[in-house]
């Protein structure tokens, strides 16, 4: 049985992890992920739509914090502040799942069509930011530059992120990240 | 026959364009493409794997002018500088590509398939003149963040090129994409 989280969707995210872990991503099937979780298939069918899917389920909950952080950022915030602003509640998610996104991290290093996949995650969230920028009134050019800016900062911090010990240490690394960029675009 | 260029990859390529424009990128076969051409379906295999290639063909050539406009950049540049100086080269090439690119634009736009691929070379780029500014001798942070802002000038760039009438436009256009940037940045 896996050590993570009690209820089932927690515990076939863990059972999956140590498996892919364990046995590599391709090597790990459903059936097995089920069982190290002690549940059924069809329980784990109720929860993703298969394998892939229990490395990608958060990029779900990632958008909604990240658009929820910028709904509630300051209305006079330059645009990239309002983008790197609304990072904090995503924050506060990651902090509980670093070990989670290291281990996830090594399996799509090792895998080009996970990697796909997540960059294509990435990117969808990069237009989704931007349409929320446009709602808040900022012009097109300016939520495209400061919506992909933004997906830059977290993408470097992330990546920063996993390869570090601390699991609270994103927020900073948002911050470090943001201020590397204002450094490297100082004209 | 195909109005564009009269050697045999750009005859491929022209009549290619001319026939995703006229009936839509699914509905064209190699067998049409060819026969547009003037030539064999065996000799659009010489130089192309399969259609999606005509699309993504130039991003060769566009990477390895790319990373000689890097390579040729002045010692004391900073990393961002050194990788908009790089997109010279590029200009010049797009300059004369306007055509084919706004209506390879309009059927990458149609098709989420030929848009994962697009972002995917996107990403390949990126990865590229990371690489390259870490041989110049930039630190690694610095050189994923100047490859990754890098890029999105570029994407920024290249959205409003292919949306408005003048071939040789490109380069006016990273200019202000990378002042945007720079002004959206600035603390």
Known sequence: MSRWKPDAHGRLMGAAIELFDERGYD??????IAERAGLTKRTFFRYFSDKREVLFSGADQLQRLWLEGIAGAPADATPLAVVTA?????AEMF?????????RARIIEANPELQERELIKLQNLAGAVERALVERGVSANAA???AQSGVTVFHVAFAHWVEQDDPTAFRRLIAKSLADLRSLTAA
């Open 144 to 146: 495209l530059l400061a």
């Open 86 to 90: 609304g990072l904090d509640p995503v």
């Open 27 to 32: 090597a790990t099937t459903v059936a097995e």
């Open 95 to 103: 902090t509980e799942r670093h070990e989670f996104a290291q281990i």
